[in-house]
């Protein structure tokens, strides 16, 4: 059974730096993208960052210049790196992953979608 586990959350200062790591418990066969959502309350589950396996990057609007995703396909995790933290940016912080978990899903073109149970990010003073 995949898991994805995130750590990193916490309170932050406005202005203040954070970083997010999302550890991923078994190799997938082959892993399609890997992204950071998040949902802050009372709104829907948005896109912050993704990532491909060719390591091309997407962000979305409110993320660009402020916010970093990388991965470490040796260590199985996915980080993000949030600077210059608005009060905006508080939300719970989930990883995701898109890939197929055996050559046999891979044959058949079944992909599967495994999130974490998220990270609390809160900005405040």
């Known amino acids: 059974q995949v898991s994805l586990v995130e750590s990193g959350g916490g309170l932050v200062q406005p202005g203040g730096s954070l970083g997010l790591s999302c550890a991923v418990s078994?190799?997938?066969?082959?892993?399609?993208?890997m992204a950071w959502y998040r949902q802050a309350p009372g709104k829907p589950r948005e896109l912050v960052a993704a990532?491909?396996?060719?390591?091309?990057?997407n962000y979305a609007d409110s993320a660009q210049g402020r916010v970093t995703i990388s991965r470490d396909s040796v260590k199985n995790t996915m980080y993000l790196q949030i600077d210059s933290l608005k009060p905006e940016d508080t939300a719970v912080y989930y990883c995701?992953?898109?890939?197929?978990?055996?050559?046999?899903?891979?044959?058949?073109?079944?992909?599967?979608?495994?999130w974490g149970q998220g990270t609390q990010v809160t900005v405040s003073s």
């Open positions: 990532i491909t396996s060719g390591g091309n990057t």
């Open positions: 995701n992953v898109k890939g197929f978990r055996s050559l046999f899903d891979y044959r058949r073109r079944y992909e599967s979608d495994y």
């Open positions: 078994e190799s997938i066969y082959r892993t399609n993208s």
